[in-house]
């Protein structure tokens, strides 16, 4: 119970580590505000939570655009009258392509969710999150630790988001707020599971062939699951880690070490 009674608000509700983040925090104590722009999504994962015992609202929320911040804001202040940890998870999937060919305007599309989304709604929390001594915690990529091509206009995004971060953590460390980051690798998911799949298909393998392939690229010999991300952020959310901020922590099996 890291986080009994604690108020955690989440972005990016998802099938998979949106999901996760939210259930482990609900189970670790808190009440949880649940932010995207699929309601029925949000409505599946705060019958979980109060299946756990823990309440959860649900806000539709579309974090590019300012007032539907202002109201997730508002929902949550009036519904539990704090807020101690924000988790900014929600994620736009930049180009796949050479940064030397790839549509700038799309690429900016992509930061506006990746990065000042982010920045959006972590200002708007402030003033709640300091009379708590609250933390924020960033949602990365291990994107962060190759130059793989293809993957340059992603890597732009997320190298940024983490320099918003340390940044902010400077900023708002005398404010009694913490800043962290965790930076998952692989997460064995829905859409990682459908990935597999089609690999399989094309090479006229089995999927459990090809998470074998992958797992053995990693030391643990085993791709992180939503559940296991989700610990490290209900970590960086608890008083455990009242010492911690401008960290960004790894979680992916060891496929690579920082």
Known sequence: ???????????????????????????????????????????????????????????PTDI?????????????????GRVDTLVNNAFAMPPMTDLTEVDLDKVRATFETNVYAALRLTRSLVPA?????????????????????????????????????????????????????????????????????YLAKQRGITAEEVYAEMAQTLDLRKLPEPDEIADAVVFFASSMARAITGASLDVNGGEYHH
């Open 129 to 197: 999150l300091e009379q708590t001594g609250g933390s924020v915690v960033m949602i990365n990529s291990a994107v962060l630790r190759h130059s793989q091509r293809t993957f340059g206009p992603y890597k732009m995004a997320k190298s940024s988001l983490l320099a918003l971060a340390q940044s902010l953590a400077t900023e708002l460390g005398p404010r009694g707020i913490r800043v962290n980051t965790v930076v998952p690798g692989y997460i064995w998911a829905d859409n990682l599971k459908w990935y597999f799949s």
């Open 64 to 80: 590019n655009d300012e007032d539907a911040v202002v109201r997730l804001v508002q929902t949550a202040l009036d519904r539990f």
């Open 1 to 59: 119970m890291l986080l009994r009674d604690k108020v955690v608000v989440v972005s990016g509700i998802g099938p998979g580590l949106g999901r996760g983040i939210a259930i482990q925090s609900a189970k670790a104590g808190a009440d949880v505000v649940l932010a995207a722009r699929t309601e029925s999504r949000l409505t599946e994962v705060a019958e979980e939570i109060t299946a756990l015992g823990r309440r959860a609202v649900a806000v």
